[in-house]
């Protein structure tokens, strides 16, 4: 399949545990927050999103965390299981401009 | 099943020809967007379209071609202009709404230039 992590940011879990992946982001005007989950040789996938007037949104076994004073931005995985080894993308955008995306973090869940 | 299909998920070029991505979509999304995603690379703007007959550069337009001849349909054209093309190529689409752009994405198309 597609190789799409080469030379990212990687993370390494057992599984079971919880991940943490992060993002800053640049733009202070930015509202809107995406995470999106690209299997190789697949098309991202959406998984979360939060607005900025927002600091925490939880879905089925992920968490976005938002922290606009510093820029930051995670997603929290709890339970990591070997279907969640995939690149993790975030995205940014302002009002209804074009969404901005981040250069991706992989990771890598241990059996 | 709705959704946003990619073909070919593998094509091959000679250097000097022009190749057709095609991406269609049944989701009745009014914008339509092409992404280039090269190894270690977050995912690059080419062309989008927000509605028929219309389409605006995206942030590495140069050498490639689209068209919006229908709302379902946003083929790209790679054209020998562009001086590196082998990448994967990421079409996608979403409902123009207030202050949400969640994109669906396509499957991707692998470019390789031979």
């Known amino acids: 399949g597609e190789s799409v992590g080469l030379h990212l940011p990687t993370l390494s879990v057992q599984e079971g545990d919880n991940s943490i992946i992060n993002c800053a982001y640049s733009n202070s005007a930015s509202d809107y927050f995406i995470w999106y989950k690209q299997e190789s040789g697949k098309g991202p996938q959406f998984i979360i999103d939060?607005?900025?007037?927002?600091d925490k949104r939880q879905g089925q076994r992920v968490t976005v965390l938002l922290n606009k004073t510093v820029k930051h931005l995670s997603l929290q995985i709890a339970a990591t299981q070997p279907g969640d080894s995939a690149v993790y993308f975030c995205?940014?955008?302002?009002?209804?401009?074009?969404?901005?995306f981040g250069k991706g973090n992989q990771v890598v869940v241990i059996p | 099943d709705g959704g946003i299909t990619q073909s070919p998920k593998y094509l091959f070029r000679k250097e000097g020809q022009n190749v057709t991505l095609s991406c269609e979509q049944n989701?009745?999304?009014?914008?339509m967007y092409w992404y280039r995603q090269d190894p270690g690379q977050g995912l690059r703007l080419i062309y989008y379209s927000q509605i028929v007959n219309d389409f605006q550069k995206g942030d590495i337009a140069e050498g490639y071609s689209v068209s919006r001849e229908k709302k379902e349909s946003f083929p790209l054209t790679v054209t020998s202009a562009q001086k590196n093309p082998t990448a994967f190529y990421l079409c996608?689409?979403?409902?123009?709404?207030?202050?949400?752009?969640?994109?669906?994405f396509g499957a991707g198309s692998r470019l390789t230039v031979l």
């Open positions: 996608a689409s979403t409902k123009i709404s207030s202050g949400a752009n969640v994109l669906t």
């Open positions: 995205a940014e955008s302002e009002g209804n401009n074009r969404l901005a």
């Open positions: 939060i607005r900025s007037n927002m």
């Open positions: 989701l009745n999304h009014d914008a």
